[in-house]
Protein backbone atom coordinates (compact mmCIF):
# COMPACT_ATOMS: atom_id res chain seq x y z
CA UNK A 1 0.00 0.00 0.00
CA UNK A 2 2.54 2.49 0.69
CA UNK A 3 4.95 2.19 -2.67
CA UNK A 4 1.49 2.47 -4.40
CA UNK A 5 0.69 5.60 -2.46
CA UNK A 6 4.03 7.42 -3.24
CA UNK A 7 3.89 6.31 -6.84
CA UNK A 8 0.21 8.36 -7.19
CA UNK A 9 1.71 11.18 -4.73
CA UNK A 10 5.14 11.63 -7.17
CA UNK A 11 2.87 11.41 -9.77
CA UNK A 12 0.04 14.26 -8.88
CA UNK A 13 2.69 16.35 -7.68
CA UNK A 14 4.70 15.95 -10.74
CA UNK A 15 1.22 17.09 -12.85
CA UNK A 16 0.87 20.06 -10.27
CA UNK A 17 3.86 21.85 -10.37
CA UNK A 18 5.17 20.70 -13.51
CA UNK A 19 3.01 19.40 -16.39
CA UNK A 20 -0.13 22.03 -15.98
CA UNK A 21 0.11 24.19 -19.23
CA UNK A 22 0.94 28.02 -17.71
CA UNK A 23 -1.17 31.13 -19.18
CA UNK A 24 2.15 32.15 -21.34
CA UNK A 25 1.46 28.33 -22.68
CA UNK A 26 -2.15 28.62 -23.34
CA UNK A 27 -1.62 32.22 -25.52
CA UNK A 28 1.97 30.75 -27.27
CA UNK A 29 -0.42 27.51 -28.65
CA UNK A 30 -3.43 30.23 -30.19
CA UNK A 31 -0.21 31.84 -31.82
CA UNK A 32 0.23 35.08 -29.36
CA UNK A 33 3.76 35.79 -29.05
CA UNK A 34 5.23 37.32 -25.81
CA UNK A 35 8.35 39.59 -25.78
CA UNK A 36 11.04 39.64 -28.37
CA UNK A 37 12.96 36.37 -29.76
CA UNK A 38 16.40 38.73 -28.63
CA UNK A 39 15.48 38.59 -25.69
CA UNK A 40 16.56 36.00 -23.30
CA UNK A 41 14.11 35.25 -20.05
CA UNK A 42 15.57 35.62 -16.88
CA UNK A 43 16.55 32.61 -15.15
CA UNK A 44 14.21 30.37 -12.54
CA UNK A 45 15.57 31.69 -9.04
CA UNK A 46 14.47 28.73 -7.13
CA UNK A 47 16.65 27.13 -10.35
CA UNK A 48 19.14 28.97 -9.99
CA UNK A 49 19.67 28.33 -6.26
CA UNK A 50 18.93 24.81 -6.77
CA UNK A 51 21.61 24.29 -9.17
CA UNK A 52 24.10 26.01 -7.66
CA UNK A 53 23.26 24.28 -3.80
CA UNK A 54 24.08 20.76 -5.55
CA UNK A 55 27.36 21.88 -6.78
CA UNK A 56 28.13 23.78 -3.22
CA UNK A 57 27.24 20.58 -1.56
CA UNK A 58 27.71 17.56 -2.90
CA UNK A 59 30.52 19.00 -5.61
CA UNK A 60 29.36 17.52 -8.56
CA UNK A 61 28.76 19.15 -12.11
CA UNK A 62 26.52 19.20 -14.78
CA UNK A 63 26.44 17.41 -18.05
CA UNK A 64 25.07 18.22 -21.29
CA UNK A 65 23.19 15.65 -23.11
CA UNK A 66 21.03 15.65 -26.49
CA UNK A 67 17.83 15.92 -23.88
CA UNK A 68 19.42 18.30 -21.93
CA UNK A 69 21.34 19.10 -18.76
CA UNK A 70 21.43 16.64 -15.94
CA UNK A 71 23.69 16.38 -12.36
CA UNK A 72 26.45 13.90 -11.84
CA UNK A 73 28.42 13.38 -8.84
CA UNK A 74 32.37 11.32 -10.06
CA UNK A 75 34.77 9.43 -7.94
CA UNK A 76 37.21 7.45 -9.02
CA UNK A 77 38.61 4.65 -6.92
CA UNK A 78 42.54 3.57 -7.11
CA UNK A 79 42.74 -0.46 -8.63
CA UNK A 80 43.94 -1.27 -5.24
CA UNK A 81 40.84 0.68 -3.13
CA UNK A 82 39.77 -2.63 -0.61
CA UNK A 83 35.80 -2.59 0.60
CA UNK A 84 36.20 -3.81 4.16
CA UNK A 85 38.18 -6.80 3.93
CA UNK A 86 38.25 -7.46 -0.14
CA UNK A 87 39.77 -5.90 -2.91
CA UNK A 88 37.30 -4.11 -5.14
CA UNK A 89 38.82 -5.10 -8.43
CA UNK A 90 37.76 -8.76 -9.82
CA UNK A 91 41.19 -10.97 -9.79
CA UNK A 92 39.39 -14.40 -9.97
CA UNK A 93 38.51 -15.81 -13.50
CA UNK A 94 34.17 -15.71 -13.59
CA UNK A 95 34.42 -18.65 -15.54
CA UNK A 96 32.29 -20.40 -12.65
CA UNK A 97 30.36 -16.96 -12.18
CA UNK A 98 29.16 -17.63 -15.72
CA UNK A 99 28.28 -21.42 -15.31
CA UNK A 100 25.93 -20.75 -12.20
CA UNK A 101 24.69 -17.68 -14.42
CA UNK A 102 24.21 -19.59 -17.57
CA UNK A 103 25.65 -17.07 -19.46
CA UNK A 104 29.50 -17.62 -20.82
CA UNK A 105 29.46 -14.37 -22.32
CA UNK A 106 29.97 -13.34 -18.20
CA UNK A 107 33.61 -15.00 -18.95
CA UNK A 108 34.44 -13.84 -22.09
CA UNK A 109 34.49 -10.71 -21.31
CA UNK A 110 36.85 -8.25 -20.42
CA UNK A 111 36.94 -6.19 -17.40
CA UNK A 112 36.03 -3.04 -18.98
CA UNK A 113 33.09 -4.35 -20.42
CA UNK A 114 30.96 -4.67 -17.45
CA UNK A 115 28.94 -1.99 -15.37
CA UNK A 116 27.92 -2.23 -11.88
CA UNK A 117 24.36 -0.02 -11.78
CA UNK A 118 21.65 0.70 -9.20
CA UNK A 119 19.07 3.05 -8.75
CA UNK A 120 17.16 4.78 -6.36
CA UNK A 121 13.41 5.17 -7.22
CA UNK A 122 10.29 7.46 -6.31
CA UNK A 123 8.50 4.43 -4.94
CA UNK A 124 9.32 0.50 -4.11
CA UNK A 125 6.48 -1.13 -6.28
CA UNK A 126 7.81 -0.01 -10.07
CA UNK A 127 5.10 1.03 -12.82
CA UNK A 128 4.88 4.17 -14.77
CA UNK A 129 4.43 6.09 -11.96
CA UNK A 130 7.70 5.40 -10.68
CA UNK A 131 11.09 7.24 -11.22
CA UNK A 132 14.49 6.76 -11.30
CA UNK A 133 15.91 9.97 -10.20
CA UNK A 134 19.04 8.53 -9.45
CA UNK A 135 21.20 6.36 -11.20
CA UNK A 136 24.57 5.23 -9.63
CA UNK A 137 26.85 3.50 -12.46
CA UNK A 138 30.28 2.79 -12.52
CA UNK A 139 32.78 0.64 -14.59
CA UNK A 140 36.55 -0.38 -14.58
CA UNK A 141 38.69 2.31 -17.26
CA UNK A 142 42.50 1.34 -16.63
CA UNK A 143 43.61 0.88 -13.55
CA UNK A 144 40.65 3.10 -11.86
CA UNK A 145 36.74 1.88 -11.34
CA UNK A 146 34.86 5.21 -12.29
CA UNK A 147 31.67 5.69 -10.23
CA UNK A 148 29.02 8.31 -11.47
CA UNK A 149 25.81 9.06 -9.81
CA UNK A 150 23.59 10.51 -11.92
CA UNK A 151 20.37 13.02 -10.87
CA UNK A 152 17.65 14.96 -11.98
CA UNK A 153 16.15 17.82 -9.81
CA UNK A 154 12.65 17.12 -11.33
CA UNK A 155 10.68 15.29 -13.53
CA UNK A 156 11.63 17.48 -16.56
CA UNK A 157 15.21 16.15 -16.52
CA UNK A 158 14.48 12.56 -16.50
CA UNK A 159 15.45 12.41 -20.45
CA UNK A 160 19.22 14.07 -19.92
CA UNK A 161 19.63 11.91 -17.22
CA UNK A 162 18.90 9.02 -19.37
CA UNK A 163 21.24 9.76 -22.22
CA UNK A 164 23.71 11.02 -20.22
CA UNK A 165 23.81 7.02 -18.67
CA UNK A 166 23.47 5.99 -22.27
CA UNK A 167 26.95 7.65 -23.25
CA UNK A 168 29.04 6.79 -20.12
CA UNK A 169 27.86 3.01 -20.18
CA UNK A 170 28.19 2.93 -23.90
CA UNK A 171 32.13 1.16 -23.54
CA UNK A 172 29.94 -1.63 -21.53
CA UNK A 173 28.25 -4.91 -22.86
CA UNK A 174 27.32 -6.66 -19.32
CA UNK A 175 25.49 -5.25 -16.67
CA UNK A 176 25.82 -6.44 -12.88
CA UNK A 177 22.94 -5.55 -10.39
CA UNK A 178 21.73 -6.77 -7.01
CA UNK A 179 18.18 -7.30 -7.80
CA UNK A 180 18.23 -5.73 -11.29
CA UNK A 181 16.35 -8.15 -13.24
CA UNK A 182 13.33 -8.10 -11.05
CA UNK A 183 13.20 -4.35 -10.19
CA UNK A 184 15.87 -1.87 -11.82
CA UNK A 185 16.56 -3.01 -15.18
CA UNK A 186 12.72 -3.43 -16.22
CA UNK A 187 12.07 -0.35 -14.78
CA UNK A 188 15.03 1.16 -16.64
CA UNK A 189 13.28 -0.25 -19.70
CA UNK A 190 9.81 1.17 -18.39
CA UNK A 191 11.39 4.94 -18.57
CA UNK A 192 13.12 5.12 -21.59
CA UNK A 193 10.11 3.94 -23.44
CA UNK A 194 7.81 6.19 -22.15
CA UNK A 195 10.44 8.84 -23.10
CA UNK A 196 10.91 7.27 -26.67
CA UNK A 197 14.48 6.76 -26.29
CA UNK A 198 15.43 2.99 -27.28
CA UNK A 199 16.52 1.37 -24.42
CA UNK A 200 20.51 0.59 -24.75
CA UNK A 201 20.92 -2.26 -22.53
CA UNK A 202 19.21 -4.57 -24.90
CA UNK A 203 20.91 -7.77 -25.29
CA UNK A 204 23.20 -6.92 -22.71
CA UNK A 205 24.46 -10.04 -20.60
CA UNK A 206 23.42 -9.78 -16.94
CA UNK A 207 24.71 -11.08 -13.94
CA UNK A 208 22.13 -10.23 -10.82
CA UNK A 209 24.10 -10.78 -7.66
CA UNK A 210 21.22 -11.22 -5.36
CA UNK A 211 20.09 -14.94 -6.31
CA UNK A 212 23.69 -15.84 -5.93
CA UNK A 213 23.83 -14.20 -2.75
CA UNK A 214 20.36 -15.76 -1.10
CA UNK A 215 22.30 -19.10 -2.11
CA UNK A 216 25.44 -18.73 -0.18
CA UNK A 217 24.46 -16.72 2.80
CA UNK A 218 20.59 -17.50 3.30
CA UNK A 219 21.40 -20.67 5.94
CA UNK A 220 23.81 -18.01 8.16
CA UNK A 221 22.23 -14.56 7.91
CA UNK A 222 18.90 -13.25 8.38
CA UNK A 223 18.90 -10.92 5.90
CA UNK A 224 20.52 -10.68 2.37
CA UNK A 225 20.26 -7.03 2.20
CA UNK A 226 23.40 -5.54 0.39
CA UNK A 227 23.77 -3.67 3.67
CA UNK A 228 23.92 -6.35 6.05
CA UNK A 229 26.40 -8.25 3.19
CA UNK A 230 28.83 -5.50 3.74
CA UNK A 231 28.72 -5.27 7.07
CA UNK A 232 29.00 -9.32 7.74
CA UNK A 233 30.03 -10.35 4.43
CA UNK A 234 32.45 -7.87 3.31
CA UNK A 235 32.95 -6.29 6.85
CA UNK A 236 32.75 -3.12 5.20
CA UNK A 237 29.65 -1.69 7.59
CA UNK A 238 28.60 1.80 6.46
CA UNK A 239 28.94 5.42 8.09
CA UNK A 240 26.31 7.84 10.06
CA UNK A 241 25.73 8.84 6.58
CA UNK A 242 23.50 5.97 5.28
CA UNK A 243 19.93 6.35 5.29
CA UNK A 244 17.40 3.22 5.30
CA UNK A 245 16.00 1.76 1.73
CA UNK A 246 12.71 2.72 3.08
CA UNK A 247 12.77 6.66 3.69
CA UNK A 248 15.09 7.50 0.25
CA UNK A 249 11.41 8.14 -1.73
CA UNK A 250 10.53 10.50 0.80
CA UNK A 251 13.23 12.33 1.58
CA UNK A 252 13.09 13.00 -2.31
CA UNK A 253 9.72 14.53 -2.47
CA UNK A 254 10.85 16.79 0.77
CA UNK A 255 13.42 18.00 -1.94
CA UNK A 256 11.27 18.62 -4.94
CA UNK A 257 8.93 20.64 -2.49
CA UNK A 258 11.76 22.28 -0.22
CA UNK A 259 14.86 22.92 -2.65
CA UNK A 260 17.52 21.32 0.10
CA UNK A 261 19.88 19.27 -1.31
CA UNK A 262 21.16 18.31 2.57
CA UNK A 263 19.14 15.46 3.02
CA UNK A 264 19.51 13.95 -0.03
CA UNK A 265 23.25 13.75 0.77
CA UNK A 266 22.71 10.68 2.58
CA UNK A 267 21.15 9.12 -0.33
CA UNK A 268 24.29 9.99 -2.55
CA UNK A 269 26.29 8.21 -0.21
CA UNK A 270 24.05 5.04 0.13
CA UNK A 271 23.79 4.60 -4.10
CA UNK A 272 27.70 5.18 -4.31
CA UNK A 273 28.49 2.29 -1.63
CA UNK A 274 25.62 -0.30 -3.59
CA UNK A 275 27.73 0.20 -6.77
CA UNK A 276 30.54 -0.16 -4.84
CA UNK A 277 29.79 -3.00 -2.77
CA UNK A 278 28.84 -5.06 -5.80
CA UNK A 279 32.01 -4.86 -7.23
CA UNK A 280 33.63 -6.52 -3.66
CA UNK A 281 31.02 -8.56 -3.72
CA UNK A 282 31.70 -10.04 -7.32
CA UNK A 283 35.50 -10.44 -6.84
CA UNK A 284 34.24 -12.45 -3.27
CA UNK A 285 32.24 -14.90 -4.82
CA UNK A 286 34.43 -15.18 -8.18
CA UNK A 287 36.89 -15.90 -5.99
CA UNK A 288 35.00 -18.91 -3.85
CA UNK A 289 33.53 -20.52 -6.75
CA UNK A 290 36.70 -20.26 -8.79
CA UNK A 291 38.88 -21.87 -6.08
CA UNK A 292 36.06 -23.71 -3.41
CA UNK A 293 38.87 -25.50 -1.66
CA UNK A 294 41.62 -22.90 -1.34
CA UNK A 295 39.53 -20.17 -0.43
CA UNK A 296 39.58 -19.47 3.48
CA UNK A 297 36.08 -19.49 4.49
CA UNK A 298 35.84 -19.18 8.68
CA UNK A 299 32.01 -20.21 8.62
CA UNK A 300 31.23 -23.53 8.48
CA UNK A 301 27.84 -22.46 6.87
CA UNK A 302 29.37 -21.01 4.17
CA UNK A 303 31.10 -24.42 3.55
CA UNK A 304 27.99 -25.97 3.15
CA UNK A 305 25.98 -23.70 1.09
CA UNK A 306 28.89 -23.64 -1.32
CA UNK A 307 28.59 -27.45 -1.32
CA UNK A 308 24.97 -27.42 -2.05
CA UNK A 309 26.02 -24.86 -5.01
CA UNK A 310 28.38 -27.03 -6.45
CA UNK A 311 26.10 -30.15 -6.10
CA UNK A 312 23.72 -28.36 -7.95
CA UNK A 313 25.99 -27.83 -10.52
CA UNK A 314 26.69 -31.80 -11.22
CA UNK A 315 29.92 -30.79 -9.87
CA UNK A 316 29.73 -33.74 -7.70
CA UNK A 317 33.13 -34.58 -6.45
CA UNK A 318 33.69 -31.03 -5.53
CA UNK A 319 30.69 -30.84 -3.30
CA UNK A 320 31.58 -34.31 -1.31
CA UNK A 321 35.03 -32.52 -0.33
CA UNK A 322 33.29 -29.64 0.52
CA UNK A 323 30.63 -30.98 2.45
CA UNK A 324 33.78 -33.28 4.37
CA UNK A 325 35.05 -30.04 5.08
CA UNK A 326 31.87 -28.15 6.00
CA UNK A 327 31.49 -31.60 8.61
CA UNK A 328 34.57 -30.48 10.25
CA UNK A 329 34.17 -27.51 11.06
CA UNK A 330 31.97 -25.97 14.56
CA UNK A 331 28.20 -26.41 12.53
CA UNK A 332 24.53 -25.61 13.88
CA UNK A 333 23.19 -29.21 14.84
CA UNK A 334 20.41 -28.57 13.00
CA UNK A 335 22.57 -27.76 10.05
CA UNK A 336 25.01 -30.64 10.78
CA UNK A 337 22.43 -33.17 10.06
CA UNK A 338 20.90 -31.71 6.64
CA UNK A 339 24.66 -32.09 5.65
CA UNK A 340 25.10 -35.42 6.57
CA UNK A 341 21.23 -36.36 4.76
CA UNK A 342 22.63 -34.43 2.15
CA UNK A 343 26.29 -35.98 1.59
CA UNK A 344 24.75 -39.34 2.21
CA UNK A 345 22.42 -38.77 -0.86
CA UNK A 346 24.95 -37.53 -3.25
CA UNK A 347 28.35 -40.32 -2.25
CA UNK A 348 25.03 -42.38 -2.82
CA UNK A 349 24.60 -41.24 -6.69
CA UNK A 350 28.22 -40.89 -7.09
CA UNK A 351 28.60 -45.19 -6.14
CA UNK A 352 29.96 -44.74 -2.94
CA UNK A 353 27.54 -46.61 -1.27
CA UNK A 354 29.96 -47.47 1.74
CA UNK A 355 30.27 -44.01 2.23
CA UNK A 356 26.56 -43.67 2.41
CA UNK A 357 26.07 -46.77 4.72
CA UNK A 358 28.27 -45.22 7.58
CA UNK A 359 26.30 -41.54 7.10
CA UNK A 360 23.23 -43.24 7.13
CA UNK A 361 24.46 -45.46 10.37
CA UNK A 362 25.64 -42.55 11.77
CA UNK A 363 22.47 -40.53 11.39
CA UNK A 364 20.55 -43.85 12.84
CA UNK A 365 22.06 -43.47 16.12
CA UNK A 366 20.56 -39.86 16.52
CA UNK A 367 17.28 -40.83 15.69
CA UNK A 368 17.09 -39.46 12.01
CA UNK A 369 14.36 -41.61 10.41
CA UNK A 370 15.34 -41.18 6.78
CA UNK A 371 18.31 -42.93 8.17
CA UNK A 372 16.12 -46.06 9.12
CA UNK A 373 14.27 -45.91 5.63
CA UNK A 374 17.67 -45.60 3.54
CA UNK A 375 19.21 -49.05 5.55
CA UNK A 376 16.02 -50.43 5.16
CA UNK A 377 15.66 -50.12 1.61
CA UNK A 378 19.42 -50.95 0.86
CA UNK A 379 19.33 -53.96 3.03
CA UNK A 380 16.01 -55.43 1.16
CA UNK A 381 17.07 -54.13 -2.51
CA UNK A 382 21.04 -54.41 -2.38
CA UNK A 383 22.07 -56.32 -0.32
CA UNK A 384 19.03 -58.73 -0.33
CA UNK A 385 19.00 -59.28 3.44
CA UNK A 386 15.37 -59.14 4.04
CA UNK A 387 15.42 -59.91 7.98
CA UNK A 388 17.94 -56.64 8.21
CA UNK A 389 15.61 -54.96 6.21
CA UNK A 390 12.91 -55.83 8.76
CA UNK A 391 14.90 -54.87 12.12
CA UNK A 392 15.42 -50.88 9.96
CA UNK A 393 11.63 -50.94 9.06
CA UNK A 394 10.54 -51.71 12.54
CA UNK A 395 13.08 -49.55 14.09
CA UNK A 396 11.67 -46.38 11.80
CA UNK A 397 8.14 -47.29 12.88
CA UNK A 398 9.33 -46.78 16.05
CA UNK A 399 10.82 -43.33 15.84
CA UNK A 400 8.38 -42.39 13.15
CA UNK A 401 5.68 -42.69 16.33
CA UNK A 402 7.87 -40.85 19.03
CA UNK A 403 8.58 -38.00 16.64
CA UNK A 404 7.43 -34.49 16.45
CA UNK A 405 6.91 -34.49 12.58
CA UNK A 406 3.98 -32.59 10.72
CA UNK A 407 0.95 -34.91 10.56
CA UNK A 408 1.29 -35.11 7.18
CA UNK A 409 4.76 -36.50 7.11
CA UNK A 410 4.01 -39.25 9.71
CA UNK A 411 0.94 -40.44 8.00
CA UNK A 412 3.35 -40.43 4.13
CA UNK A 413 5.88 -42.31 5.59
CA UNK A 414 3.63 -44.74 7.84
CA UNK A 415 1.92 -46.00 4.37
CA UNK A 416 5.61 -46.60 3.04
CA UNK A 417 6.81 -48.30 5.97
CA UNK A 418 3.54 -50.49 6.51
CA UNK A 419 3.37 -51.34 2.50
CA UNK A 420 7.37 -52.47 3.34
CA UNK A 421 6.68 -54.12 6.53
CA UNK A 422 4.04 -56.09 5.24
CA UNK A 423 6.18 -57.09 1.79
CA UNK A 424 9.09 -58.43 3.95
CA UNK A 425 7.12 -59.93 6.23
CA UNK A 426 5.90 -62.24 3.76
CA UNK A 427 9.09 -62.63 2.26
CA UNK A 428 10.60 -63.73 5.32
CA UNK A 429 7.16 -66.27 5.87
CA UNK A 430 7.67 -68.00 2.63
CA UNK A 431 11.06 -68.72 3.53
CA UNK A 432 11.99 -73.01 4.09
Not at 111 to 139: I, Q
Not at 266 to 282: P, Q, R
Not at 362 to 384: C, D, N, P, S, V
Not at 408 to 431: A, F, G, M, V
Amino acid sequence: MVPELLSKFFVAYWHYNFAMPSLSDKLKALGVHLGTAEIQPPANPSTVRRQSALEEELGGRWLTTRQGDTFVVERSFPADYVHGSVPIKITAPLDMVAHWARDERISQLDLSKFAFLDTETSGLSGGTGTYAFMVGAGRYQGDEFKLSVFFMRDPHEEPALLEALIDFLAPCSALVTFNGKAFDIPLLRARYELNQIPFPFEGYAHLDLLPLARRLWRDRLPSRALKYLEEFVLEAPRSSEEVPGYEIPWLYFDYLRTGDITPLKGVFYHNSMDVVAMTALLNLVAGMLSDPHGTDLSHGQDVIALAKLFEDLNLWDDAALLYERGLRTSLPMEDFWKAIQRLSALERRRGNIESSLELWRRAALEGHIYAHIELAKYFEHTAKDPAAALEWTTSARKHLENSNLPAYIIRHWSEELDHRQQRLQTRLNKKP
